[in-house]
């Protein structure tokens, strides 16, 4: 019995030898199964000198065996304007890597670009080559590369003009001093870091147009990167700064993106807003405290406080559109406008006068969010307060402390298209029956924020104007 159990023991010990010793053995064949999860690397726009995040791609070793990859090299070199790192080593080539049977390592990608003279935008291509049993495999690198003007901890004490020649890359804050004045023209681009406030003591002008925005965004333009709220600070006008006037600005993805704080210094408003979109603000999208906001035509969209007026000052909205849909980044869990006027200081509380109005606009949310009324008026104290609601669409109550002509309340105002799951988030008017159509009250204001006519007649409640 004992010499038919150690017979039958034999094989199987070999068998287990034969199987590690396999495993343990390299697979030289070229025929050695090889898998990487990409063909090609890409980044979008990248800025010259400031670097992209880090990307990656795996080599699968899909054999039962060993595999030795002879050489994984940037074809570049040194000179390349990427950089790797390869299972764990920061080099250009690297060579005689072994990899587990059934195993599979990491290859990291960043990429910097010098600056160059070519203003316009341009591709920065290399390529990665992979060398393993006389087989040659690349994984193709490319950029999207812009030249810019890099504005770094920059102090503003002139007068100054920005062009659409190159963008604006701001890096560690940009500060236009009291009395000092910096004039955007139109087309131009500005990408902000996430350590960058724009602060504006003295004048801010921007002189987009329709055809020609200026845009305001982060300068993380990536794919996850480029809708992410919060992704730079945002415009504060300070308290000296004063007729600062913005036309077809388009401000997005700030964690503030307009605030104004203290009383205008002369009769003209703070901050004007003509024909702008501000979308995606992840806390507000217009802060004000004890300031002065005047804005027409605009679109405030998306934001965690679409407009929060705090303290009194003084506001007229007309022709605004002011609406969140929740999404993954941003819930609706605040009205779309909140106004009071008062403050805490001290541990007390102070008040303030309050004047506003708000006529032809919208004010919408989602109506399965947390938000019940869109709009929210909150008074203390006895000073002077006067909120005006004419001609407006809310969703919600009557909001309280207010004065209110020819509203339309909780009527939907059959938005284009919105889909959150997709990101298209449409505001135009298309549909005749949209309850705004021909409900507005003359204003004065003979375009839209298409800059399409207006009727003669009746105008549209809302930013757009049924075309």
């Known amino acids: 019995m004992k010499q038919i159990l150690t017979f039958c023991l034999l094989p199987l010990a070999t068998c287990f030898l034969l199987l590690t010793c396999k495993k343990n053995a390299f697979i030289t064949s070229s025929a050695a199964r090889v898998y990487i999860n990409t063909d090609t690397v890409k980044f979008d726009t990248v800025f010259t000198s400031t670097g992209s995040i880090t990307k990656q791609f795996k080599i699968f070793n899909q054999n039962d065996q060993k595999l030795r990859f002879n050489k994984i090299k940037l074809m570049g070199g040194t000179a390349s304007a990427y950089k790797l ?48 049993n006389s087989n040659s ?222 006529r032809n606009c919208i004010f919408w949310g989602d109506e399965n969010g947390f938000v019940n009324n869109e709009v929210a008026v909150t008074k203390q104290g006895s000073n002077a307060f006067t909120v005006l609601f004419d001609k407006n669409i809310y969703r919600g109550t009557d909001p309280a402390n207010s004065t209110l002509t020819g509203n339309i309340r909780n009527s939907n105002p059959m938005f284009d298209s919105i889909d959150v799951v997709k990101k298209i988030y449409d505001f135009k008017i298309t549909n005749s029956a949209a309850p705004g159509v021909n409900k507005g009250t003359a204003a004065g204001f003979l375009k839209d924020l298409d800059d399409k006519n207006r009727n003669v007649g009746l105008p549209d409640i809302g930013c757009y104007e049924k075309q």
């Open 85 to 132: 790192n390869i299972n764990g080593s920061n080099s250009t080539e690297v060579s005689n890597i072994e990899l587990a049977a059934n195993d599979s390592m990491y290859v990291f990608v960043q990429v910097t670009i010098n600056p160059a003279t070519a203003n316009l935008p341009f591709i920065v291509s290399d390529s990665i080559l992979i060398e393993y």
């Open 137 to 358: 495999r690349y994984v193709q690198l490319q950029s999207y590369g812009q030249n810019a003007n890099f504005i770094t901890s920059t102090l503003i004490t002139g007068n100054v003009i920005w062009n659409n020649t190159r963008p604006y890359v701001i890096l560690g804050g940009l500060q236009i001093v009291a009395g000092a004045s910096l004039t955007i023209q139109q087309g131009c681009k500005v990408y902000a870091h996430a350590d960058a406030p724009i602060l504006v003591d003295g004048t801010l002008t921007v002189d987009g147009t329709h055809a020609a925005p200026v845009i305001f965004n982060g300068d993380r333009l990536d794919n996850y990167y480029k809708d992410l709220p919060a992704s730079w600070p945002g415009i504060y006008f300070r308290n000296t700064s004063k007729d600062n006037v913005l036309k077809f600005a388009q401000i997005k993805n700030a964690y503030q993106a307009v605030v104004a704080v203290g009383a205008a210094v002369n009769a003209n408003p703070k901050v004007s807003l003509h024909q702008c979109i501000i979308d995606n603000a992840y806390d507000a999208g217009v802060l004000s405290a004890g300031s002065s906001v005047q804005a027409d035509n605009c679109l405030i969209s998306n934001c965690g406080s679409n407009i929060a007026v705090n303290y009194g000052g003084n506001y007229n909205f007309t022709h605004c559109t002011v609406a969140t849909f929740s999404n993954i980044f941003i819930p609706h869990k605040n009205p779309v406008l909140q106004i009071n006027n008062f403050a805490q200081q001290g541990g007390g509380v102070v008040t303030a006068d309050l004047n506003a109005t708000f």
